[in-house]
C-alpha cells in the first residue's frame, strides 16, 4: 500500500464532494490537521474511520487501501492483494505508523487521580463507616504498543480499576482518557458503542459464544465493527495462522483447549484493531504451558500488531512478560516496575524483589511460580 497514494486519492474524493478539508474533518469528528496530514501521506486515517471515511467519500474499503478506483471486473483480484498488504501492514503498522517512530509514542491509555468508592457495602466487607475505597487516586500512562501488568493481592483493587477503564463501572474522583478521549463523561446509553469501538476484552472465562464456531466468533466482531463482508475471510485466515488456530476455526469452542480458546479471544479482540486490550487474569484457568503460549502471544500481538495491552494478574510468571508492572496494594500504586532490556527470568526476580519491599515480607501473599 502506498500511504501517499490513498492521501491523494482521500483529497481528489474530497474535492468531488467539494468539500474543503474543515468541512470532511467536522463530519469525523477530527481536527482539521488530521486530513491534512492524510492527505499529504504523513499519516493514515484511524481504523476507527476507515469506514465513516468511506461512507462519506462514497468508495470502498479496498479503494481507499489502493488509493484508486477499481473497476467491478478487477475487484476480486484487487481486493485479496490489497487486503493482504493491508494486512501486514494495517495490523503491523510499521509503514503506517512510521510517523511515530520519530516521536514518543503517544499514550493510548492517561489515568489521573482515579478513585473509586463503594458505599453502603454490606457488613463483613467494609473499612469502618460502611464504604470502600477500591481504588485510590490512582495516576498512570500507557503508551502505544506497550505491555502493561497489574498486580496485586485479591482485593486490592486491580478489576475494579479495570472495570473503571472498561467504562463498566464510573470513578468517584478523577480522569480516564483513552486515545485524547474523556471516558468518565459518555453516557451510560453509549458505553456499549465505546466499548465496541475501541476496547478489547480477554477474560479468565474465554467469553466466546458456544454456539458459535471459532471463525464464526472472530467473524462477528469484524461484522459488528462494519468491516466489508468480503474482507472478512482474508483477514481471519492471515491472522489465525499467527495465532496457530487456523486448524480449529470450524470448530466449536467446547471442541478445543482452554489455550486454544483463548487465542481465538485474543485474534478475536486485535482483529478489529482496539485503541487498548483490557485483560484479567487471562491466564487464570491454563495449565503453565498453555499460559506460556497465551503470554508470547500477547507480546507478539504488541510488537507485530503494535497493540497495547492492559493486564491484570496476581502471577509473577505472567507479569514477568510485560514491559512495565504497576504495583497495586489497598486500592493505590504503590510502586512501578520497568523491564528496560531485561529477560524474563532477570525481570521474574526483580518482581519478586519488588513484591517483597511492598508486603514487608518474602512472596507476601502472592502466588510465587518458577518461570
Ligand atoms: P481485586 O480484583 O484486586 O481482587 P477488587 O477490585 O475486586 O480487587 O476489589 C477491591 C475492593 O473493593 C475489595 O475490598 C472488594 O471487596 C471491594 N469491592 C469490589 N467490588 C465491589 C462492589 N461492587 N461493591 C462493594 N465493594 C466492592
Ligand atoms: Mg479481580
Known amino acids: 500500500m502506498n500511504q501517499i497514494k490513498t492521501g491523494a486519492f482521500i483529497s481528489e474524493r474530497r474535492r468531488a464532494k467539494g468539500w474543503t478539508q474543515s468541512q470532511l474533518a467536522e463530519k469525523l469528528g477530527i481536527t482539521d490537521k ?5 492527505e499529504t501521506g504523513r499519516s493514515m ?25 477499481i473497476a467491478e471486473e478487477n475487484l476480486k483480484e484487487k481486493a485479496d492483494e490489497v487486503l493482504m498488504e493491508v494486512l501486514a501492514s494495517w495490523l503491523g503498522c510499521d509503514k503506517w505508523e512510521s510517523k511515530e517512530c520519530d516521536t514518543a509514542p503517544y499514550n493510548v491509555l492517561e489515568v489521573e487521580n482515579v478513585s473509586k468508592l463503594y458505599e453502603n457495602v454490606p457488613a463483613g466487607r467494609e473499612m469502618g463507616n460502611n464504604s470502600v475505597l477500591a481504588v485510590n487516586n490512582v495516576s498512570f500512562r500507557i503508551p502505544h504498543g506497550s505491555f502493561v501488568g497489574i498486580m496485586g493481592a485479591s482485593g486490592s483493587g486491580k478489576t475494579t480499576l479495570l472495570n473503571l477503564i472498561a467504562t463498566i463501572d464510573k470513578p468517584t474522583n478523577g480522569m480516564i482518557r ?13 458505553t456499549a458503542e465505546f466499548r465496541r469501538r475501541h476496547l478489547g476484552f480477554i477474560f479468565q472465562e474465554y467469553n466466546l459464544l458456544d454456539n458459535l464456531t471459532i471463525y464464526e466468533n472472530i467473524a462477528l466482531a469484524l461484522t459488528i465493527k462494519e468491516v466489508p463482508k468480503k474482507s472478512i475471510r482474508p483477514m481471519i485466515q492471515s491472522l489465525s495462522e499467527k495465532l496457530d488456530i487456523s486448524a480449529i476455526l470450524d470448530k466449536f469452542p467446547y471442541e478445543v483447549s482452554g489455550g ?6 485474543c485474534a478475536r479482540a486485535i482483529v478489529v ?39 491484570v494478574t496476581h502471577d509473577v510468571m505472567a507479569a514477568s512478560y510485560c514491559d512495565k508492572i504497576l504495583f497495586m496494594k489497598d486500592g493505590e500504586i504503590k510502586a512501578s516496575l520497568n523491564r ?23 512472596y507476601g501473599v502472592f502466588e510465587a511460580v518458577n518461570p
Not at 483513552?178 to 453509549?190: F, L
Not at 486454544?260 to 479471544?265: G, H, I, K, N, V
Open 34 to 38: 488530521a486530513v491534512s496530514k492524510w
Open 45 to 69: 486515517p484511524d481504523l476507527s474511520l476507515f469506514v465513516p471515511l468511506c461512507t462519506l467519500l462514497g468508495i470502498t474499503l479496498n479503494e481507499l487501501f489502493a488509493g484508486e478506483r
Open 178 to 190: 483513552v486515545s485524547g478521549q474523556n471516558i468518565i463523561n459518555i453516557p451510560e446509553a453509549d
Open 260 to 265: 486454544q480458546r483463548q487465542r481465538c479471544a
Open 273 to 311: 484493531s482496539p485503541d487498548i486490550i483490557l485483560a484479567d487474569e487471562p491466564n487464570g484457568a491454563l495449565d503453565s504451558r498453555a499460559a506460556r503460549q497465551l503470554l508470547d502471544t500477547f507480546v507478539m500481538l504488541c510488537r507485530e500488531y503494535s497493540a497495547t495491552i492492559l493486564m
Open 340 to 362: 528496560e532490556q531485561e529477560n524474563k527470568h532477570a525481570f521474574f526476580a526483580d518482581i519478586l524483589k519488588k513484591i517483597e519491599w511492598i508486603e514487608g515480607e518474602r
